[in-house]
């Protein structure tokens, strides 16, 4: 049977099953006293229209259905709950200000004044002034157009103080209103600084541009991620780099009564639904020190990676990003004043870096002080120093008959001996 055939078939049904009813006032009926059919449901009236059913449906007119049994609050409630001012339908917006004579752990927010950014990547001529600090909340971690940004904070320095703004949806309808808002904070500053904003908080928010067809202000915005530079310099050793981990080894901070990352987004679907307020005036306070800790935790890695010997610094790290930036001094400097003993990977790199420097006599010591501890890569780095820049070939087989014997399966270490003796025996010009 066609689709077609079954589509007619289906209609020839229909209208039976409507002759029916008009016969009996019992749809699907053939006789009207027939007691065993169960009297029908009155249907909708015709004047209701379909928006009207749906608003019925769903218990209120922004399509959000209310599961709570409250009713809920309004705009102006909401706002005057969290201290701020409803800018637009659907949209809070919140300021404080901090001054920089603040503490957050053992960080004062007045050390950033004095912070050296260039250790960080930026140019000499930075200022804090051009510095802008973002942290969002979502309803989720995916990513993509599912995800909503529904807070938005932002800090940046102005004169003695940290400007904080934060920008809080009360519904889906405040999402322009808030993008077109935050657009005014984020185009000026020169600098964005985020913890892990260049994979989640910068891309999630250029996507929610783009759907509501407005130009977001990211194009060649330079961007300092903390989670990265957190994670070079101190990583090791931690069980994570979470920020509320690099706040309590760095910064000595630690939350009391902070609202669990993991339940932020159920919490603002609730609030949403006509859940309470308390909820969402916690979610912002976590938002709010996440803000605060980015500003904290700037000034703390902007002195572990510009003073050498910091005891929470893993100096080859932080010595591989100085000369990945063209500064080998300064590495030298870091693995030089190094907080604790260096392994064998960190003093081959110094080794490395004092005969890039042309200071063979510092990179001669470290390897004979490899050589002591038969670390077959000082070794090696010695034999090749005087094969080829001194020209001692004695001195170059005895170190290579000694990595043959730490080494006996390395055709490489064999090849260098056979080489050595060869060259020893051709007969001098």
């Known amino acids: 049977m066609t689709l077609a ?29 027939d007691s065993s059919t169960p009297a029908s449901l009155p249907s909708e009236p015709a004047a209701v229209s379909l928006m009207e059913r749906l608003k019925r449906l769903h218990g209120s007119s922004d399509g959000s259905r209310n599961t709570s049994g409250r009713t809920k609050l309004s705009d102006i409630e909401v706002a005057r709950h969290l201290r701020g001012d409803v800018i637009a339908p659907g949209l809070i917006q919140v300021i404080q200000a901090i001054p920089l004579a603040s503490w957050h752990g053992r960080v004062a927010f007045s050390e950033l004044a004095c912070s050296p950014l ?5 140019q000499d001529e930075a200022s804090i002034g051009g510095l ?5 909340e979502t309803t989720g971690l995916a990513g993509g157009t599912g995800t909503l940004p529904f807070m938005v904070c932002l ?5 003695e103080e940290i400007q904080l703004g934060q920008w809080i949806l009360t519904g889906f309808a405040g999402e322009a209103a808030l993008l077109e808002t935050v657009f005014t904070w984020i185009k000026p500053s020169a600098h964005l ?4 904003g260049k994979s989640f908080d910068v891309p999630l928010l250029i996507t929610r541009y783009r759907l509501v067809r407005q130009t977001h202000p990211f194009a060649d915005k330079p961007h300092i991620d ?20 690099a706040e309590q080894r760095l910064l000595g901070f630690r939350r009391e009564d902070d609202f669990p990352s993991h339940l932020i987004p159920q919490a603002w679907s609730e609030f949403v639904r006509g859940g309470a307020v308390q909820p969402l005036a916690a979610i912002a306070e976590h938002n709010r020190r996440d803000v605060l800790s980015l500003a904290a935790l700037l000034a703390m890695l902007a002195r572990i990676y510009a003073e050498p010997g910091h005891e929470a610094a893993h100096a080859l790290k ?9 500064h080998a001094q300064h590495a030298i400097e870091h693995l030089t004043n190094s907080a604790g003993d260096l392994d064998e990977a960190a003093l081959l790199f110094l080794a490395k870096l004092h005969r890039m420097q042309r200071q063979d006599a510092q990179a001669l010591a470290i390897w004979h002080q490899l050589r002591q501890n038969n670390c077959v890569a000082g ?15 004695g001195v170059a087989l005895e170190l290579a008959e000694k990595l043959l014997s730490l080494q006996p399966a390395r055709d490489l270490h064999a090849k260098r001996r056979d080489r050595l003796r060869q060259r020893l025996a051709r007969p001098k010009a």
């Open 155 to 159: 800090a940046r320095i102005q004169g």
């Open 193 to 196: 600084v985020s913890y892990n």
């Open 132 to 136: 802008l600090f973002l942290d969002t």
């Open 5 to 33: 055939q079954r589509l007619a078939l289906l209609q020839g049904k229909n209208n039976n099953a409507r002759e029916g009813q008009d016969r009996t006032g019992k749809p699907g009926s053939d006789l009207a006293g």
């Open 118 to 122: 260039a250790a960080l990547g930026l």
């Open 379 to 393: 070794i090696e780095a010695l034999a090749k120093y005087h094969e080829h820049v001194t020209r001692d070939l």
């Open 318 to 326: 932080v010595a591989e990003i100085h000369v990945r930036r063209g």
């Open 226 to 245: 903390l989670l990265h530079l957190t994670r070079r310099a101190c990583g090791h050793g931690w069980d994570d780099c979470r920020l509320q981990t």
